[in-house]
C-alpha cells in the first residue's frame, strides 16, 4: 500500500534528481551571505514542489499529509539536500509552514495562503530570537508587532513568513502570517556571516510597529510548540542533512577513482564505512516514515509517544552519521580534495552548520527516559528548554 501510494510522488522525486546537477553548480556560485540559490528554487518552483504539501483540498498533493506519503516526502527532501543544503533548508521550512497552516488554519487561510503558494510565494518559519525578541500587541482596536528575530531564513526572498510572538499570555506564543508584500522590516545584513549555509540569507529582522490583520493570526496562544508536530518535524531537516552525506560519499568516490587511487586497501575500507553508514541513514528514515503514517492513520497517544521517540532517535543518529561521513571523507580526499573547484569543503563547511540544531543533549536524554518507561519522550520541560535555547541563540 505504502509502494502504491508513494508512486503519486514519482513525477516529483524525477524533478528533483533532475535538478541536482543544476544545484551543485549554483551551490558554488552562491556562496556567499549575499547571494541566494534563486535558478535551482525556480526550477523546484516550476516542478510544483512549492505547493506540494497543500492538501488536494486546496490544489495541492497531499505530500506529507497522508498514510503512505511521508517516504515521499523525505526522499525529496534528502535529494533536495544532496544538491544545495540551502535550498534543502529553504524548502523544509517552506513545508513547515505549509503543515502548521494545514493543522492550524481556518478555511479562508488555508485558501488564501495556497493561492500565494501557487503563485510562487516562499514560506517560511521565523522563530530563533534573543533578548529582544517579537511581541505581539492589541492596540488601538488593531494588533502590532515589534522586537527582532535572528536566523531568518530567506530575508528578501521569503514574502510569507509564519513569525512567532510573545501574546499577553505570559509565556506563551502566536503564530502570525506577515505579508510582507503590504509591509518592509529593517534587516541587519550584517548579522549573518556564518562558516557554512551563507546563502540561505538568515539575517536579522527587526519589527517596528508593523500591522498584523486579525485574519494573520494562525492558530491559538502555544499550538507552535504542540506536539509530537514541533519534535517531530526534526525528521525533515535530518533527511535535508542525509542528502548531503549522500553526495559526500559519490563525490569521494568519483575523486578516488579520477586519480586511480581505488586500489588503496585503506581507501577501501573507508568507502565501505561510509556506505554502511548512509545505509543506515536511509533505514533510520525509513523507519520514520512509517512511523510518521502510523501516526497520520491512527493519532492516538500511544501512536504519537513513539513517532516523537522514533523523532528524536533519528535526529540524534542522522547527526552522528552526518559527523563521521565528514570525517571519512576528509580521510580520503586529503588536503588536495579540500580545495576549490572541488565541492567537498564546501559542503562539509555547510553540513558541519546544519547540524547545530538547538538541544541536543536533552534530545538525547529523552530518548535515554522513553527507553527506561520514565516519561513520554517529550515533556513541557523539554519544551521550555527548546525555548531558552531559542533565546540565546
Known sequence: MIDQISSEYSDLIEAVKKSIPLALTEASETDSPNLFPEKTL????????????????????????????NQALLTILKLIGSG????GRIIEGHFNAQFLIGRYGTFDQKKRFAKDSFDGKLFGVWNTQAEDGVSLKFEKGRYQLNGSKTFATGTDYVFRPIVTASSQKKGSWQMCIVDLDEVSLQKDYTWWNPMGMKATRSYKVTFNNIPLPHNNLLGLDGNYYEQPYFSGGSVRFSAVQLGAAEILLSETILYLQKLKRTED?????????????????????KAAAESMDVFTAVPSAENSNLFLDQSNMVRIAIDEICTEIMMLCQKCIGARGLNKPHHFERIIRDLNTYIRQPAPDHTLLEIGKF????TPPVKNSFIKNIKKWIKLK
Open 42 to 69: 525556480q526550477c523546484l518552483k516550476n516542478s510544483n514542489i512549492f505547493t506540494a504539501c497543500i492538501s488536494t483540498d486546496f490544489g495541492g498533493r497531499d505530500l506529507g499529509l497522508k498514510e503512505g506519503s
Open 84 to 87: 544545495n543544503l540551502m535550498v
Open 265 to 285: 586497501l585503506f581507501q577501501k575500507m573507508r568507502i565501505g564505512q561510509m556506505r554502511i553508514l548512509v545505509n543506515s541513514g536511509n533505514q533510520w528514515l
Open 371 to 374: 527507553a527506561l518507561g520514565e
